[in-house]
């Protein structure tokens, strides 16, 4: 998957009002603010280009939703601390890195992620995977289990962006049941866990899509 074909995925996932960018990490530029240089002082090169990467994109992001560029620190629980106002998500994976971002006064939360397809191994299914959904992963595909079982994967992790923004809560991978629509491109997310309060009312389906290399999954609230 291309950049490009990876931005134009997110953008029709996630609809109108948001904005999204995205690079190949081998083909990424751009400097951080001194205050964003501290954060990863300590950071394996690896880590470096992947920060600055969702850093750039973030700057570049700002300034097309007609704010100033600034640095994005990070809160205690390591989260990006975004202007008020503003909801965004980054995701990286292999060589590709992607933000989306838009006014929460358009959408209260979002959240992507974008994983390598090649199969999840099988003895992580259980920790990941409530019983309902093991049962559901054989009705999905017989011929590629490990490619749902990674699609469910990055999944939650795109709700669990999306969600922390809201309730400010750690999720685990049993706190959650999805189901999908796979002629449709979608997932229904259940919440099994207390939060599921504060997330009355939002429509908690997001999108998939999975290529012959990567899996993207997208929710907006």
């Not at 006014?103 to 992507?112: D, V």
């Not at 999908?180 to 908690?204: C, I, P, R, T």
Request: glycine letters at 6%; charged letters at 20%.
């Amino acid at each position: 998957m291309q950049a490009l074909q990876l931005k134009n995925i997110l953008l029709r996932q996630l609809g109108e009002q948001v904005l999204c960018a995205t690079t190949s990490l081998q083909n990424s530029s751009g400097k951080l603010f001194a205050e964003e240089q501290l954060l990863i002082q300590r950071a394996v090169p690896e880590r470096m280009r992947e920060f600055t990467a969702g850093r750039h994109l973030s700057h570049k992001l700002l300034e097309e939703l007609g704010l100033e560029s600034m640095p994005i620190l990070r809160n205690g629980d390591r989260a990006p601390i975004y202007p008020h106002g503003v909801t965004a998500s980054i995701t990286h994976s292999g060589d590709l890195c992607a933000v989306v971002m838009a006014f929460q006064k358009y959408t209260r939360a979002l959240g992507i992620d974008i994983e390598a397809s090649e199969p999840l191994k099988e003895e992580l299914w259980p920790s990941i995977m409530t019983e309902r959904e093991l049962l559901q992963l054989a009705q999905l595909s017989e011929a590629s289990p490990g490619l749902w079982a990674k699609t469910i994967f990055s999944a939650k992790e795109a709700f669990y962006k999306a969600q922390y923004q809201v309730t400010e809560t750690f999720l685990n991978f049993w706190d959650v049941e999805l189901s999908f629509g796979v002629e449709e491109g979608y997932f229904e997310v259940e919440v099994l866990h207390e939060a599921a309060g504060m997330l009355a009312g939002f429509d908690l389906r997001g999108q998939f899509f999975q290529a012959e290399d990567y899996v993207c999954t997208s929710l907006r609230l």
